[in-house]
């Protein structure tokens, strides 16, 4: 979350203000564009691996997180591309509204309004840019229930990323190169999960070279 609340403090900032006092974003594991496993967290909750917790009984809890709703898939992006099939219809990032209204979520889609307005992923940091992140793990890109019982576990859809945030979420930023004066440059850490990159020591060594 830390990379989201910052580029959004940059975009709030002068560029004046950034030029004289950021030297730099070295920003590790980025859902930039967001990441779809937030959509399985609000549909169907997630345990975090937590020992006797229940998905079922987290979720109740994790659809009033503002934070479950910010990282969702954007809409900007993803478009209509599914992200929930249900043996009835299919729910893309432009869908939100009839997903949180069958999921039994109304006060979803309000959440959501606030939360989209934050940040506006094509628009640049307007400062150096280094983004670190790992890539090859097997990274949650959809899914599919076999009815319309959402209390049920759905099949998981798997992509490339680092088992939390799919690969053109982490490298979207790529299109600022082109938008920006400012350098964009990214190091990949092939088998590095998401969470195992706070730890990584090869990371904590690169950010110490590109940015000291």
Not at 56 to 76: D, E, G, I, M, T
Not at 103 to 125: E, L, T
Not at 162 to 183: R, Y
């Amino acid at each position: 979350m830390g990379n989201m609340y910052f580029k959004h403090f940059l975009e709030k900032m002068t560029q004046a203000w950034k030029d004289k006092h950021i030297k730099g974003f070295a920003a590790i594991a980025p859902p930039w564009v967001g990441a779809i496993a937030a959509v399985d967290t609000i549909v169907s909750g997630n345990d975090f691996t937590i020992p006797y917790l229940a998905p079922l009984a987290a979720r109740v809890v994790q659809r009033s997180f503002p934070a479950s709703y910010f990282v969702l898939p954007n809409p900007k992006y993803y478009n209509d591309v599914i992200l929930v099939s249900t043996p009835v219809r299919n729910y893309s990032a432009l869908d939100y509204a009839s997903l949180f209204t069958d999921i039994s979520v109304p006060d979803g889609i309000n959440i959501w309004n606030k939360v989209n307005k934050a940040m506006d992923p094509y628009i640049p940091p307007g400062v150096p840019t280094t983004v670190y992140f790992g890539k090859g793990i097997p990274t949650h890109i959809g899914a599919t229930f076999k009815s319309t019982d959402f209390n049920s576990r759905s099949e998981i859809k798997f992509g490339d990323g680092d088992g939390t945030v799919p690969f053109e979420s982490l490298t979207f930023g790529e299109i600022w190169a082109n938008k920006s004066s400012h350098s964009y440059n990214e190091r990949a850490y092939p088998g590095q999960t998401h969470v195992g990159m706070l730890a990584y020591q090869p990371l904590i060594l690169d950010i110490l070279v590109d940015f000291i």
